[in-house]
Structures are given as structure tokens and as C-alpha cells.
Nanobody, 115 residues
Framework: QVQLGESGGGLVQPGGSLRLSCAAS????????RGWYRQAPGKQRELVAD???????NYADSVKGRFTISRDNAKSTVYLQMNSLKLEDTAVYYC?????????WGKGTLVTVSS
């Protein structure tokens, strides 16, 4: 079992930045992929970005050029740097890790972009 602890959400104005963090309770060994997903009110959960253990990244088109995913294997932590935030980025952001073929989800952190 892998426990995930997310942090970094909050209220930010359009054009602002936030950095989300997600620390896993297990070491990076055997964690193949880490990702961030989001779910806005009334919408389905969607992939924002993910990164494999070898560093290959993947982004949703809507966040390319604005968001950056990174990881610190020593800390078993994945980050999401979000810049140039837009109103439509408002959502609950969830961290997910894939370990031994099993997906583990965090409880989510709320990001609100509002003027």
C-alpha cells in the first residue's frame, strides 16, 4: 500500500503560479509512473501531466508550456509547477502513482483561480 500526501493548493489570481507536491510513503523503487490529474466541478477527472521513472513526461494540451512536472526520486516526491494559471485551471488536483502495476491516488488538493 502506498500513501500519498498532496500539498500546495490554494487560491491564486489569473496569471499567478502555484507549486503542488505529492510525497509517497514508499520509496521510488518500483514506482513506474507518477502523475497529476484534475477534476473540475461537473466534469470528469482528466490527466494533467505524468512522468515515468526514466523521466519521460506527458502533458495535456491545455497545460503545455505552462505546467511542468518533475520528480525527486530520493524524496519519492512528484511536483507540478503551474504558471500562467487560468480560470479554467480551477479544480481539485489529484496525485497518482503506479507501483507494481497498481494505481494509488491521493485525496486531492483544491486549486482555485479567481480574481
Amino acid at each position: 500500500q502506498v500513501q500519498l500526501g498532496e500539498s500546495g493548493g490554494g487560491l491564486v489570481q489569473p496569471g499567478g503560479s502555484l507549486r503542488l507536491s505529492c510525497a509517497a510513503s514508499k520509496s521510488s523503487f518500483r514506482i513506474y509512473r507518477r502523475g497529476w490529474y484534475r477534476q473540475a466541478p461537473g466534469k470528469q477527472r482528466e490527466l494533467v501531466a505524468d512522468i515515468t521513472s526514466s523521466g519521460i513526461t506527458n502533458y495535456a494540451d491545455s497545460v503545455k508550456g505552462r505546467f511542468t512536472i518533475s520528480r525527486d526520486n530520493a524524496k519519492s516526491t512528484v511536483y507540478l509547477q503551474m504558471n500562467s494559471l487560468k480560470l479554467e485551471d480551477t479544480a481539485v488536483y489529484y496525485c497518482k502513482v503506479e507501483r507494481d502495476g497498481i494505481d494509488y491516488w491521493g485525496k486531492g488538493t483544491l486549486v482555485t483561480v479567481s480574481s
